[in-house]
Nanobody, 117 residues
Framework: QVQLVESGGGLVQPGGSLRLSCAAEGNIFSIHSMGWYRQAPGKQRELVANITSGGTTTYGESMQGRFTISRDNAKKTVYLQMNSLKPEDTAVYYC???????????WGRGTQVTVSS
């Protein structure tokens, strides 16, 4: 019954910014962590950013200093602020989360981010 709903993707110029949102919907008691991964055509999926229930954040190497992950616990939502975007940031961005006592992670359907002039 749990699903992750992503929004905020789109087309942006190099150097521009986008803000992605991911809302966890359903009967949820606790979200242990939420994060973002991305995958470009012909490339493997890579970590973008992750945030735990305790507020600990982790970023992929190419994202450090440009991207910021945050959360709104009341809304069960995680955000990804992306600044100084580069063409190589073009990818499908997927939200993931570890919720309650599930034995597997939940994944969103993905949202396309395209950085091009």
């Amino acid at each position: 019954q749990v699903q992750l709903v992503e929004s905020g993707g789109g087309l942006v110029q190099p150097g521009g910014s986008l803000r992605l949102s991911c809302a966890a919907e359903g009967n949820i008691f606790s979200i242990h962590s939420m994060g973002w991964y991305r995958q470009a055509p012909g490339k493997q999926r890579e970590l973008v950013a992750n945030i735990t229930s305790g507020g600990t954040t982790t970023y992929g190497e190419s994202m450090q200093g440009r991207f910021t992950i945050s959360r709104d616990n009341a809304k069960k939502t995680v955000y990804l602020q992306m600044n100084s975007l580069k063409p190589e940031d073009t990818a499908v961005y997927y939200c993931n989360a570890w919720i309650d006592d599930a034995w597997y992670a939940y994944w969103g359907r993905g949202t396309q981010v395209t950085v091009s002039s």
